[in-house]
């Protein structure tokens, strides 16, 4: 439960719980299929991958998170490619979240 709790307070998270709310209430979607665990989702469905290249700004290591931020970042996939002046990257242990 704890990854995700992890992924529900993020951005996407929060937009992803809400999209999946308006589908339930307009009936596109079932309420069992709505609760399906986001990690177990991301793990089965995602299957792109992503290059993140920036000018490391700031990086920090505490509790087991590591917390990196850039500068003049690239996202880059396989489709596109996107340019972002400042991104803020959390990561944490998957195996430790779910002791």
Same mark, same amino acid.
């Given at each position: 439960?704890?990854?995700?709790?992890? #992924?529900?307070?993020?951005? +996407?998270?929060?937009?992803?719980?809400?999209? @999946?709310?308006?589908?339930? /209430?307009?009936?596109?979607?079932?309420? =069992?299929?709505? +609760? !399906?665990?986001? $990690?177990?989702?991301? =793990? $089965? !469905?995602?299957?792109?991958?992503?290059? +993140?290249?920036? %000018? @490391? %700004?700031? #990086?920090?290591?505490?509790? &087991?998170?590591?917390?990196?931020?850039? !500068?003049?970042?690239?996202?880059? &996939?396989?489709?596109? /490619? =996107?340019?972002?002046?400042?991104?803020? +990257?959390?990561?944490?242990?998957?195996?430790?979240?779910? /002791?």
């Amino acid at each position: 439960m704890a990854t995700f709790e992890l #992924y529900r307070r993020s951005t +996407i998270g929060m937009c992803l719980t809400e999209t @999946l709310d308006e589908m339930v /209430q307009s009936g596109t979607l079932s309420p =069992e299929l709505a +609760i !399906q665990s986001m $990690t177990e989702a991301l =793990e $089965t !469905q995602v299957k792109s991958k992503v290059t +993140i290249k920036g %000018h @490391l %700004h700031t #990086y920090r290591f505490c509790d &087991n998170v590591w917390t990196f931020i850039l !500068q003049d970042a690239l996202f880059k &996939n396989e489709e596109t /490619q =996107e340019n972002v002046g400042r991104v803020k +990257i959390v990561a944490c242990d998957s195996k430790l979240l779910t /002791q």
